[in-house]
């Protein structure tokens, strides 16, 4: 049971991270972001060099991997403000 404080309205979000997770959080999203990259560049690598692969898709699914891993990093990284919640926004959709 969740219970609601003077200072919040029901249902919205705690914000309160200590340093150690913040830290936490970007070296995760760091190491994920750093192995996305090897596999993106690894994959565009092997379908270049097989002739029968299609490179357009494989392409198009790199652009989308890393793009998703960057947005979600820049999204856990910023502090809240206004700036966090369009990068949220483009996080959702």
Same mark, same amino acid.
């Given at each position: ?33 750093? @192995?996305? /990259?090897?596999? %993106? ?11 029968? &692969?299609?490179? *357009?898709? !494989? ?9 998703? @891993?960057? /947005?979600?990093? %820049? ?11 369009? &990068?949220?926004? *483009?996080? !959702?959709?």
């Amino acid at each position: 049971m969740v219970l609601a404080s003077a200072d919040r309205y029901p249902g919205q979000i705690s914000w309160d991270y200590d340093r150690a997770e913040i830290i936490a959080d970007g070296v995760v999203h760091a190491i994920g972001l750093s @192995l996305g /990259l090897i596999g %993106a560049v690894t994959i565009a690598v092997i379908a270049v060099r097989i002739e029968r &692969i299609e490179v *357009a898709p !494989i392409l198009i699914y790199v652009v989308g991997l890393v793009t998703m @891993l960057a /947005l979600s990093a %820049a999204y856990n990284m910023w502090p809240v403000s206004p700036a966090k919640w369009v &990068i949220g926004l *483009a996080v !959702i959709e």
